[in-house]
């Protein structure tokens, strides 16, 4: 069993910064692929960024790129993601996730509580 935990949303600006963090713990946790997806009010759960096992391999959404970049410590089994330019359009709950690769919202195990991300226009 794996357990995942996300910290470090809010409330910001348009054109500010946030940065989130997820860490997760449990058998084979670090051996998973890690990920970030997000939703608004009304809308299905999309994706956002991932990065696999070892840190070498990163993929964003279009919506997000050049603006948000995820990173990750092997050694806690911690990922960032860095919200960079925010847009009102990026407010929803972010929600992290822990699988094998690929990294799809059906097939994901182990989830978050998710974090609210607010952004004022």
């Known amino acids: 069993q794996v357990q995942v935990e996300e910290s470090g949303g809010g409330l910001v600006q348009a054109g500010g910064s946030l940065r989130l963090s997820c860490t997760a713990s449990?058998?084979?946790?670090?051996?998973?692929?890690m990920g970030w997806f997000r939703q608004a009010p009304g809308k299905e759960r999309e994706f956002v960024a991932s990065?696999?096992?070892?840190?070498?391999?990163?993929a964003y959404a279009e919506s997000v790129k050049g603006r948000f970049t995820i990173s990750r410590d092997n050694a806690e089994n911690t990922i960032y993601l860095h919200m960079n330019s925010l847009k009102p359009e990026d407010t929803g709950v972010y929600y992290c996730?822990?699988?094998?690769?690929?990294?799809?919202?059906?097939?994901?195990?182990?989830w978050g509580q998710g974090t609210q991300v607010t952004v004022s226009s």
């Open positions: 996730a822990a699988e094998w690769e690929p990294l799809e919202v059906s097939t994901i195990r182990y």
């Open positions: 449990g058998s084979l946790a670090s051996s998973y692929a």
């Open positions: 990065i696999n096992f070892s840190g070498t391999s990163t």
